[in-house]
């Protein structure tokens, strides 16, 4: 029989959750066990990272668990997200950047639909850098997540408002070949 290895999936699970973390009762769950059970394998993993020469840790915020980087490490890592190799965005990202800016706001779904491709990740990668953020949901059925720009975005590429992008011409308006025209102009003025 198989000996289930309860440290590695909670360390996995809390990884997958991210920044929302999971609670005793979602653990609890996933993992068929008491939350007594739950709780001492947090508390000894939780001792495992603090006792060793790790970089990361087990935290309790507002009843979730989560991992997140030891703060000894914190300069080192305002580092790397002020770094200028940090701040260039890939062709996806700069082509749902700039499909957000003009069409704000604007469901994942939308963004998808006009660039041809799924977007979850550049989407990921623009709210992570805080080009992007939640503005709201959308109504109906499932209500998704609307996206807009942030006051970085305008930093970024140095608007004092959203209203200083250049103007879309009619055949971007239209729809024709969208994501491309939208990058093209989007590339056009802010690398000049």
Same mark, same amino acid.
């Given at each position: ?26 653990? &609890?769950?996933?993992?068929? =066990?008491?939350? &007594?059970?739950?709780?001492?394998? +947090? ?37 790397? =997200?002020?770094?200028? &190799? ?10 749902? +950047? ?36 939640? =503005? ?17 975005? +305008? ?38």
């Amino acid at each position: 029989m198989d000996i289930i290895n309860w440290t590695a999936i909670i360390e996995s699970l809390l990884f997958a959750a991210g920044d929302e973390g999971l609670s005793l009762k979602q653990l &609890s769950l996933v993992l068929e =066990v008491d939350e &007594s059970v739950v709780l001492d394998i +947090l508390t000894e993993l939780k001792k495992d990272y603090e006792n060793s020469n790790r970089g990361i840790t087990i935290i309790e915020l507002a009843g979730a668990y989560q991992l997140t980087t030891k703060k000894e490490h914190a300069l080192y890592l305002k580092r790397l =997200v002020e770094s200028p &190799s940090t701040q260039t965005l890939s062709q996806a990202a700069l082509e749902t +950047l700039a499909i957000v800016a003009y069409k704000q706001p604007i469901t994942r779904t939308e963004v998808e639909s006009i660039r041809g491709v799924k977007s979850e990740r550049p989407l990921q990668t623009l709210s992570a850098k805080a080009l992007i953020k939640e =503005v709201g949901r959308a109504e109906g059925t499932g209500r998704a997540i609307l996206y807009g720009t942030t006051k970085e975005f +305008l930093d970024y590429f140095g608007l004092k408002d959203i209203k200083e992008l250049p103007p879309l011409s009619d055949s971007l308006e239209d729809g024709d070949d969208e994501a491309d025209l939208f990058f093209e102009k989007f590339q056009e003025t802010f690398e000049s």
